[in-house]
């Protein structure tokens, strides 16, 4: 007979699973590191005994099918290194919690325990007795403080504090109760910042010991090192050690607390290796990750990916490969050794916007109506796009940020003006004055140039087959399109300095729990501001630095954004929430800010059959932060 279930889905505290269990646990390791983790500096001499290297109270984990193995290499393969790598970054990622993987519970991770007071107005973890960073340095609430107090609100690293850490117009406070706890305080109900921090790739911590010799108000040298280095300041040279999200370069010897760490890069590969301060036990009691190493290979293209794929180079791999490609991978799991799960998308799946803050004052016009946005819906075939690209698996919709099984959605969102309806769209663009065309007949513009909209697109977005099937659609009612293929950097560079005609990212991030925690889809640039941003950018900037910089939004964006500000501290599911939610959607629906065109689609799941541990991946998503909830600290190579 196992052991009971414990407070928390999968996982025990230390004395709850002793109790439990009746038992009293003891610990082993693997019996050797990695050789670099001394080579980079992260350690010196001898690692301690392991019982100094764990917590007082480490967290105990219930493997989904067996104890495993120490050893091996888990496989993961991406496009650049800035393409499709978040599934790689999942695989080893760490957060104060997480979701399970029902997807609705929330657990403790590196924290203990968390609390919230009744009103929603405080927020306060307790952290583990004895954890430590990567290189034997004790983790304590200091570098939870640090991270907010030194990082976030320093104006010069951060000139205005993201919103994900504003409430009520106030930026959170931040207390330190001891070593062990934290108390975070604001000024509206925070309900939802639970939610942003177990499903976002963002770490709420960073090594104070480390970074604050790269500080200017810990290190007064601190520009002078940076310059020493070739940069400008020390704001530079911190960003080239710490960020949200960094692709492309990386320092060896910061110390963590994930899974594994970094010990190796060129332009072909990384390679992580195993943390020998890793938290985490198995039921054995024996440390984990299993896996030794985590090598995240580059290739230049998708179809590069399904060759490594199919030649059982690849142990587990879901971005980046669509439902197009499922006949050529059926044919060859079992050459290539691997397993095809089939788990729903999640977000509101691909869409466009046209650039209503466009530096060109005559395109800006057009993009701002919505009558050109509603026209360019009609003009979309989404029943041909739906067989083209899924065979007819996934769900036409309309673009609304907000996905149908939200408490508060309205099915007319979804189906308006998404029927495939070419007349009407002409009627529309006539109607708007563009009726003079060109000998080729394309329509010109309202001063007699040509009306040319560039579509740049990157394929980590979506596969490119779309974009030549609108491209078809448009110029059908008479709007010319070129199309032009980037990489994932240039495509997000071209958003962020306003200069793209049309924004065509996937839009995720519009589930329930996610789109409440963080609803950066719901808000200027519809998107994540430096992932996938849409359009209005100047407009974010207005509304990030309180007017100093940017844009100013029209009254009816203003107005949105004071309404979702006004949402986001509402209590879940009360009526303030659903009728301020409601409101919301129905102003996406009459401004047509987004169009969508299919979502929803089934995301094929390549999952090496050499590879134990791994579970039904029920959802396919970065909403929850991919591999997150399904345990990757746990998976192992079988024998």
């Known amino acids: 007979m196992g052991v009971p279930a414990g407070t928390w889905p999968q996982q025990y505290e230390l ?13 082993s390791s693997r019996e050797e590191f990695h050789p670099d983790l001394w080579t980079h500096g992260f350690l010196e001499g001898d690692l301690p ?9 480490p967290l105990v984990v219930q493997p989904y099918d067996e104890i495993g193995n120490y050893g091996g290499t888990l496989r993961m393969v991406s496009i650049g290194p800035e393409g499709g790598n978040s599934e790689h970054l999942s695989a080893k990622h760490v957060s104060l919690v997480r979701f399970s993987d029902d997807h609705k519970t929330i657990v403790p991770f590196v924290a203990k325990s968390y609390e919230y007071n009744d009103d929603f107005t405080e927020l306060t973890f307790v952290l583990r007795k004895g954890h430590k960073w990567s290189d034997g340095h004790p983790f304590t609430a200091d570098d939870i403080l640090f991270w907010y107090n030194d990082v976030i609100l320093n104006e010069e690293l951060y000139p205005s504090t993201p919103s994900y850490w504003v409430f009520g117009g106030e930026p959170m406070r931040m207390e330190k109760i001891d070593d062990v706890t934290i108390k975070i305080y604001f000024a509206a109900p925070a309900p939802g910042l639970l939610t942003f921090i177990a499903r976002s790739w963002i770490q709420t911590f960073v090594p104070k010991h480390y970074f604050e010799k790269l500080h200017i108000e810990y290190n007064p040298e601190a520009n002078d090192v940076a310059v020493a280095a070739g940069l400008a300041n020390w704001v530079e040279y911190f960003y080239k050690f710490h960020g949200d999200w960094q692709d492309s370069y990386h320092v060896y010897g910061i110390p963590k607390l994930e899974s594994h760490i970094l010990v190796d890069e060129t332009t072909e590969y990384k390679i992580h290796a195993a943390n020998p301060y890793f938290f985490i036990v198995d039921t054995a009691g024996n440390q984990l990750p299993y896996l030794d190493e985590q090598r995240e290979g580059y290739a230049p293209d998708k179809e590069i990916i399904e060759l490594m794929v199919i030649s059982g180079e690849v142990d587990y791999k879901s971005q980046s490969i669509g439902v197009t490609s499922l006949p050529v991978l059926q044919e060859n799991t079992e050459s290539g050794n691997y397993t095809i799960q089939m788990p729903p998308g999640a977000g509101a799946g691909r ?58 959605a309205k099915p007319e ?107 950066q889809a719901m808000l200027p640039p519809f998107g994540d501001s430096a992932l996938s941003a849409m359009c209005g950018g100047p407009w974010y ?23 979702v500000e006004q949402w986001k501290v509402t209590i879940p599911y009360s009526e303030e929430y659903v009728s301020l939610g409601q409101e919301t959607g ?38 929850y932060f991919r591999t997150l909830p399904y345990r990757p600290f746990q998976w192992y190579i079988k024998e």
């Open 15 to 27: 004395t709850e699973y002793e109790e439990l269990a009746n038992c009293k646990m003891s610990f």
């Open 586 to 623: 129905d102003i996406f629906s009459e401004n047509f800010w987004l169009i969508g065109t299919i979502s929803e689609s089934p995301q094929p799941t390549i999952v090496s059959n050499r590879l134990g541990n791994v579970p039904e991946i029920k959802i396919q998503t970065f909403d």
């Open 413 to 519: 969102w979804y189906l308006k003006d998404i029927e495939y309806d070419p007349d009407t769209a002409n009627e529309i663009l006539d109607e708007m004055g563009l009726t003079e065309r060109d000998a080729d007949g394309f329509r010109l513009r309202p001063d007699g140039e040509p009306f040319v909209i560039y579509n740049v697109y990157c394929p980590q977005a979506g596969d490119p087959v779309l974009h030549e099937l609108t491209k078809e659609y448009w110029e059908d009612v008479g709007i010319r399109i070129e199309l032009k293929e980037v990489t994932t950097v240039n495509y997000r560079t071209l958003t962020s300095v306003n200069e793209h005609d049309i924004g065509n990212f996937h839009i995720g991030g519009t589930s329930e729990a996610v789109v409440y925690s963080n609803p």
């Open 351 to 408: 869409m466009y916007t046209f650039n209503c803050t466009h530096q060109d004052p005559v395109l800006r016009e057009i993009f701002a109506d919505p009558r050109f946005s509603r026209a360019m819906s009609l003009a979309l075939n989404r029943d041909e796009i739906n067989q083209v690209l899924c065979f007819g698996l996934c769900r036409t919709q309309q673009g609304i940020p907000i996905h149908p099984s939200v408490s508060f």
């Open 541 to 563: 900037d207005w509304w990030m630095s309180d007017g100093a910089s940017g844009e100013e939004p029209p009254e009816q964006v203003k107005y949105l954004i004071d309404l």
């Open 49 to 57: 005994p392991l019982e100094e290297r764990l917590p007082a109270e």
